[in-house]
């Protein structure tokens, strides 16, 4: 298993690669606008996107799922599944009139994957479900009836379900975390979700679709939502809409994850933007939850040479177990006592390192930008500006929804 340095010099080579490789992939848009529509029966509602590296393995389940739903729902639905690489032969099980297959023919990564799609989808909304979600039995109708519904309804993205597919702690935790943030957060949002997420075609393409720069599964969606929140564009967390998450994960590879691929980008992403989401887990209870996890680290060092400071780590310990009692309370239902407080280890742990990450990813950034702005001789970076970014950055713990 490589280090966090190794795999952060790994993943930046692969991009400066792959950003060489994708000049004759790039989304255009005005070129999508001009496809003719397929002169069906009827008009396709939802194209239904789904990447995938595989045909087999969790593809193969998830996208037999689909292929089921496509012939319950009411609504009229095409399933576009799209190659990230170049492809070995197409399964039979895939031949079917409402299939399409679109390959990218070198591994681009799945905002150029996902873009591609779009390029050829003929629905008139989007609907973007990874490779490893395996949709619920009323997924697709959800989606349509609410855009039907709300004519100003650009995007809406749903949620897990509480029963993860994958076993062990760590996949358990992390898939449960995911079910209870969006569960606990409907409504309006400034972010967008590729996992299970629905957005209309003409609002995709008046942005420009995904951010290819993007090589890896990484933070493309939130970035998505930003620019479409920014426009105007509503944006809904609708937690009725379910999926199963069927990924395995390890503690290594969701800390390696979370660092390299979540964390570090998505704070450079609310530098640029120098917009502060208070919605998800980034609401007040997140905030406080980093600041009093990092704390409680704190004082279990200096308790090594002050006993006394454990008290003061019971008390951080208290209020981060009271802040987010609903979350192990969901832990305890679904799996035990014995989990729920394992999840509250983790838990702790994963606030740690999230909201160090954004500290010290700001701080660089910041540093960055100064120096920038003394060697143009242009003041880029106010001082008011750098102290309110600094306190800002105080130990938010960034996390993909």
Not at 17 to 25: A, F
Not at 256 to 272: S, Y
Not at 365 to 380: A, D, I, K, Q
């Amino acid at each position: 298993m490589p280090t966090l340095d190794e795999h952060a010099r790994m993943h930046k080579a692969t991009a400066h690669e792959t950003d060489q490789k994708l000049v004759s992939l790039q989304f255009d848009a005005a070129r999508r606008k001009s496809i003719p529509v397929a002169q069906d029966a009827r008009q396709i509602d939802i194209s239904v996107i789904m990447p995938t590296i595989f045909w087999s393995g969790t593809f193969e389940r998830c996208g037999r799922r689909l292929l089921s739903l496509l012939d319950e729902t009411t609504a009229n639905v095409e399933a576009v599944f799209v190659f990230d690489g170049v492809p070995p032969p197409t399964p039979a099980w895939l031949d079917r009139p409402d299939v399409r297959i679109v390959t990218t023919r070198t591994r681009s990564g799945p905002a150029v994957a996902r873009n591609l799609a779009a390029e050829s989808a003929r629905g008139e909304i989007l609907f973007f479900v990874d490779a490893d979600v395996e949709l619920a039995a009323d997924a697709i109708d959800r989606v349509h009836a609410a855009f039907a519904a709300d004519p100003d309804l650009v995007g809406l993205f749903g949620a897990y379900d509480d029963e993860p597919a994958a076993g062990g702690l760590a996949s358990t935790f992390r898939n449960l975390l995911h079910h209870h943030t969006h569960v606990s957060n409907p409504g309006a949002a400034g972010t967008f979700w590729s996992g299970c997420g629905a957005m209309r075609t003409t609002a995709f393409l008046d942005v420009g679709g995904f951010d290819e720069k993007y090589a890896y599964p990484s933070v493309e969606d939130i970035e998505l939502g930003m620019r479409v929140a920014t426009n105007g564009g509503k944006i809904v967390l609708t937690p009725e809409v379910r999926c199963k998450h069927l990924k395995h994960w390890t503690l290594t590879s969701m800390v390696v994850t979370d660092i390299v691929h979540r964390a570090t980008p998505w704070t450079r992403l609310i530098m640029n933007s120098h917009k502060l989401p208070a919605t998800l887990n980034l609401d007040w209870r997140g905030r406080l939850s980093g600041i009093c996890s990092v704390l409680l680290a704190a004082c279990l060092v200096v308790a090594v040479f002050v006993p006394v400071a454990l008290w003061a780590a019971l008390a951080c310990g208290l209020v981060l177990f009271a802040l987010n009692s609903g979350f192990y309370g969901l832990c305890a239902r679904k799996r035990g006592a014995g989990f729920a407080v394992a999840s509250f280890a983790l838990h702790w742990f994963y606030f740690v390192y999230s909201s160090l990450t954004f500290g010290v990813v700001t701080l660089h950034e910041l540093r960055r930008r100064s120096r920038r702005s003394v060697e143009s001789g242009t003041n880029v970076l106010q001082p008011t500006a750098a102290i309110i970014l600094v306190a800002k950055a105080a130990n938010l713990p960034p996390f993909r929804q």
